[in-house]
């Protein structure tokens, strides 16, 4: 039950059903909406700052759109304020690490991974691994852990990709389930 490099899945099992932490979990109760969840370093490669100017596009069509993003790191403080400039202070929390993120990646509705270089990625297999629908950038070896409309949606790094992708993937929930 484990895969390269390291991914433990007995374990993932075990914690997807844990309580999220509460101010998480009232955060999620108190913003209803449509749910992206992001699990990542946020660092430049990760492609926070990216997803913030897809969110705002999206945010005009849906807006009640949420996006959390659980990681910390040495971009925190400009991803806090594009947040407050972009005006998505309803729509996105900066959860910081959470761990273990299967609870959150369960109540998602759609995980992302819009990194712009990465050699693998492990939180689009978790996410698959858990049934949510997974869109990430097709980029680095993310290509090698998700199979185009059959586990996921792999696109291309720039906004109007992402844009129709997740535009797709609100309008058609049933069809996207069947990605999971």
Do not use: C
């Not at 913030?52 to 949420?66: A, E, F, G, M, V």
């Not at 852990?145 to 058609?172: F, H, M, R, Y």
């Amino acid at each position: 039950k484990e895969m390269y490099p390291g991914i433990n899945f007995q374990k993932i099992d075990e914690d997807a059903n844990s309580k999220l932490p509460r101010f998480i979990d009232n955060w999620i109760n108190d913003h209803p909406g449509p749910l992206i969840v992001h699990g990542a370093m946020l660092r430049g490669e990760k492609g926070h700052s990216f997803f913030l100017d897809i969110l705002q596009t999206i945010k005009i069509k849906w807006p009640n759109i949420r996006y959390i993003i659980a990681g910390d790191g040495e971009e925190y403080n400009s991803i806090y304020s594009k947040i407050r400039k972009l005006g998505l202070e309803d729509n996105v929390l900066l959860a910081g690490i959470v761990n273990p993120i299967a609870p959150l990646i369960k109540k998602s509705t759609i995980a992302v991974l819009p990194s712009i270089k990465e050699p693998l990625g492990m939180f689009q297999i978790e996410s698959q691994y858990l049934k949510i629908p997974t869109i990430a950038n097709e980029v680095g070896g993310i290509p090698e852990t998700i199979e185009q409309n059959v586990t996921g949606l792999l696109v291309k790094p720039d906004k109007e990709s992402w844009v129709e992708a997740i535009s797709w993937a609100l309008e058609n929930k049933q069809k996207l389930k069947k990605f999971s």
